[in-house]
């Protein structure tokens, strides 16, 4: 399950492009559900575990990835990681629900870029400890705790 905390929280990692250049291991490139993130999220391919072939920046090494596939990546390969969405985009999204229904995450989310469209599984507020069901759960706690949430219908 997905535990966030909404706001600003300081115990989150912010500096997720130092953490995972001093804790990533060569073997999370062989995994292919780490392949599958860096190929949605920053449209590169896993070449090997030191090559990355990005269509933007040729190839690189894993420490040139984007933040957002970064913090995925200890999501997944860490149990204990504690990151803010903040470093994530829309893309990233399906991938921290995905992560969520393997194991349990907590993040915390002091923005609002994250939204998570069509929210189809429980996320627990660590705020009040209640559950959002919804996406429009989710909006609603966002608006209480950070401000500006957004829904397709327009500002909630």
């Known amino acids: 399950m997905l535990a966030i905390y909404f706001g600003y929280d300081e115990d989150a990692i912010l500096s997720v492009d130092t953490f995972f250049n001093n804790t990533y291991e060569d073997e999370w490139m062989d ?16 070449e090997s ?4 072939m990005s269509p933007v920046l040729g190839q690189i090494p894993p420490e ?3 933040g957002g ?21 829309g ?25 998570f469209q069509g929210l189809q599984q429980p996320v627990r507020c660590l705020n009040d400890g209640s559950i959002m069901e919804t996406q429009e759960d989710f909006a609603r706690k966002k608006l209480q705790y950070v401000g500006g949430g957004y829904s397709d219908e327009g500002k909630i």
Do not use: W
């Open 49 to 52: 575990q030191h090559c990355i």
């Open 91 to 115: 893309n990233c999204e399906p991938f921290v629900l995905e992560i969520a229904r393997q194991k349990d995450i907590k993040c915390s989310l002091s923005g609002y870029d994250i939204l």
């Open 31 to 46: 995994d292919p559900f780490v392949q599958r993130m860096i190929k949605a999220v920053d449209a590169s391919d896993v």
């Open 69 to 89: 596939v970064k913090a995925l990546i200890c999501l997944y390969m860490l149990d204990d990681f504690y990151t803010d969405l903040i470093v994530c985009g």
């Open 64 to 66: 040139r990835l984007s």
